[in-house]
């Protein structure tokens, strides 16, 4: 709201010799005008607001997915180390016991697959779900839900125990 005075500016234009009438419609239009130029700097500030807060937002979440890519590749490492462990331990073994059979070695062959589609199904799930995030506009709420499924991905040591 403006603080123009449409008395003060009626008398004064009364004392400049305007009629009544005309000072009271010059003022009445320019109180409008000046209220609708307030109204658009609040509507200015109000975007440049959101404008601000989208790019705040937007930073937010790509520092979540840099972190999130950083979590993953240390779940992939951590997943190909231990294909590797069991791929030496099986090899010792088969070697020790002299087990080399074509049951073993499907068996073997098995293990690393299925490890391997396990880790894979993560790794798609994970990046089909951050991909269609960022496709959508980057607001509060999708940031949010950006946080929710990052918290979702189990840290290193959290898979592959047996309880």
């Not at 440049?48 to 992939?76: F, G």
Request: proline share 1%; aromatic share 6%; net charge neutral.
């Amino acid at each position: 709201m403006s603080n123009f005075d449409t008395t003060d500016y009626v008398r004064k234009l009364e004392l400049a010799g305007l009629p009544q009438q005309q000072a009271e419609v010059h003022a009445q239009a320019l109180a409008k005008m000046m209220d609708k130029a307030n109204q658009e700097a609040q509507l200015l500030t109000l975007q440049y607001n959101l404008q601000t807060s989208s790019h705040e937002s937007e930073a937010r979440l790509m520092s979540h997915v840099t972190n999130a890519r950083k979590v993953l590749s240390a779940e992939i490492a951590l997943q190909n180390a231990k294909i590797d462990a069991l791929k030496s331990f099986l090899d010792v073994r088969m070697d020790q016991r002299g087990l080399i059979s074509r049951d073993l070695s499907y068996l073997y062959m098995g293990v690393l697959i299925g490890v391997t589609l396990a880790m894979l199904t993560k790794i798609i799930f994970f990046w089909h779900a951050v991909r269609s995030i960022l496709m959508q506009s980057s607001s509060t709420a999708q940031a949010m839900s950006l946080h929710i499924l990052l918290n979702r991905i189990p840290r290193t040591g959290d898979c592959c125990h047996d309880n």
